[in-house]
């Protein structure tokens, strides 16, 4: 099964193990990982699950969604690699992607 690490606020690394199709938010919402909360349930409307990604992940992601930017705009320190975890859905290309997430959510 593809795997996600991420890093926590404090860094701690995560291992999560996340079936294809299931998006990264809620798989780090069941494992318990800090610094991640998903308030909205994954619909893109709280951007409670902001993550940076690592570079050489960046370019096997689709593109940001208008809302997606939208909502981005709310976070608090935004980058050009911040995404939002409940827009990226696991797939095979994505095994080992690493994402950080930031000090604080909204
Ligand atoms: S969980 Fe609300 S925007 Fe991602």
Known sequence: MPIVVFTDPQGQQHQVDVPEGRNLMQAAVDHLVPGILGDC??????????????????????????????????VPELRDNSRLCCQIRMRPELDGIRIQLPDEQI
Request: hydrophobic share 30%; proline share 6%.
């Open 41 to 74: 349930g994954g619909v893109c409307s709280c951007a409670t699950c902001h993550g940076y990604v690592a570079a050489d992940y960046l370019d096997k992601l689709p593109p940001r969604t208008e809302t997606e930017v939208y909502m981005l705009e709310g």
